[in-house]
């Protein structure tokens, strides 16, 4: 059993910085969780807190129900992986992977034992004599990773443990630590800034903003039910894109206006009663870049959009553009080819759309909008409406 609870945990750096506010958090026994968030949002020293590397300014960090908070790093029973592996370059792969075993003045065969199990697991077997400077990243990741799990910890913190690795590499070693999760249901706590890393791996995942917890639910709650719009661009890739709309009309006919288009909202979201409140006002519309789609030929409906930019991905492509300003028809339907530099400037925006759809930068194109996939936020506060 192996419980980790926050509570009301903040962290204020000497210079005044305050890297995490106020944050609780259940994590429960065997699980894996992601701790996610743009850069700075204080997700390391989340994890330094619990490892006991990080003093807490106030709150707790409460393991199996006990208070830890003034626990020292040993006593806490934790494994950590840093995202630089921190192996020692003198040592050999063994030594490396037994040392806290060896401090722990456990019996040699058992060390032998364990160490040798936990290296064929990871496929380590055959470097059990290298150095680590003798080792690819990926080993080297492994050896980490080992080194960590023969201790057969309570509590599994890992920071990045993936991010010096390759594209690929990274897709494998997600796979691995996936598998292994699974053998061992050692309680995870998985940083990274990552969210397709989070979407893979986390049973749950929280996201971070300026050290505050915004939302912590299943990779699938997030992403079809985002608690405000932080949580709606961070989660999804590409991002979520965003406009400032007026809600038009009444319950039985509401519209939008985007690029100069009126765009009905559909029955099912039109009368949600969190909605209703907001006709006649300013609302944040989101779509995901999967709610658009190449029209066959421009019609009503249909936003005029000029390619910024055609991503091809194999099997789908991205059109990045800017939605042309309210009323502006920058970009005229047509085989005409316009300068790209005549199109309003707003926000850059991303569709996603068929591998067949012929695209040229600067040719215009009709996109259509599924608005039955439209999202909405409060434009003052961030929160979700409906
Ligand atoms: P990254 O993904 O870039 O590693 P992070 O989300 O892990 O970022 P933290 O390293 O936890 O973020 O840092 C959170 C905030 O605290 C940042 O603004 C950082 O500059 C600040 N910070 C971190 N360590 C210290 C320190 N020792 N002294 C002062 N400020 C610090």
Redesign the pocket.
């Known amino acids: 059993m192996s419980v980790v609870r926050l509570e009301h945990l903040t ?1 204020v ?3 005044g ?1 305050k ?2 506010d106020d944050l609780s958090l259940m994590i429960g026994d065997g699980e894996f969780l992601v701790l996610v ?12 807190m619990i490892a006991g590397l ?1 003093e807490v300014s106030s709150g707790d960090v409460l393991i199996d129900g006990e208070n830890v908070t003034n626990w020292a790093p040993k006593e806490r029973d934790i494994a950590m992986v840093f ?1 630089n592996y921190a192996l020692y370059p003198h040592m050999t792969v063994r030594d490396n992977m037994g040392f806290a075993l060896r401090l722990r003045h456990t019996d040699k065969a058992e060390l032998r034992k364990n160490v040798n199990a936990t290296a064929e697991l990871l496929g380590l077997g055959e470097l059990l004599d290298r150095r680590p400077a003798a080792l690819s990243g990926g080993q080297r990741q492994r050896v980490a990773m080992g080194r960590a799990m023969v201790r057969r910890p309570r509590v599994f913190l890992l ?2 443990p993936l991010s010096n690795l390759d594209a690929k590499l990274r897709v494998s070693m997600r796979a691995e630590l996936a598998r292994l999760h699974q053998r061992y249901e050692v309680t995870t706590v998985y ?1 990274t ?1 990552d969210q397709v890393e989070a979407m893979t791996l986390g049973d749950r995942i929280a996201v ?1 903003d300026k ?1 505050r917890l915004q939302q912590v639910g299943s990779p699938d709650e997030l992403y079809q039910a985002p608690a405000n719009k932080f949580v709606a661009g961070f989660m999804g890739s590409p991002s979520m894109n965003f406009a400032t709309v007026q809600l038009r009309g009444d319950e039985d006919r509401t519209t939008v206006m985007l690029a100069g288009r009126e765009l009905e909202v559909p029955d099912a979201i039109r009368r949600h009663p969190a909605l209703v409140r907001y006709l006649g006002s300013i609302v944040v519309m989101g779509l995901r870049p999967a709610s658009f789609a190449v029209a066959t030929q421009p019609v009503a409906g249909t936003l005029p959009v000029v390619p910024l930019g055609v991503e091809s991905l194999g099997d789908e492509k991205h059109v990045l553009f800017r939605l042309p300003a309210n009323g502006a028809d920058a970009a005229a339907p047509g085989d005409v080819p316009v300068a790209v530099d005549d199109v309003a400037a707003t926000e850059l925006w991303t569709a996603k759309v068929g591998q067949r759809a012929q695209l040229a930068i600067g040719r215009p194109v009709p996109l259509t909008v599924d608005l039955s996939t439209a999202y909405f936020f409060d434009p003052d506060t961030g929160e979700a409406v409906p």
């Open positions: 962290k750096f000497a210079g910085t890297a995490v968030g743009p850069s700075g949002c204080g997700k390391s020293t989340v994890l330094r990080e995202q920071d990045e940083v800034h971070l050290g």
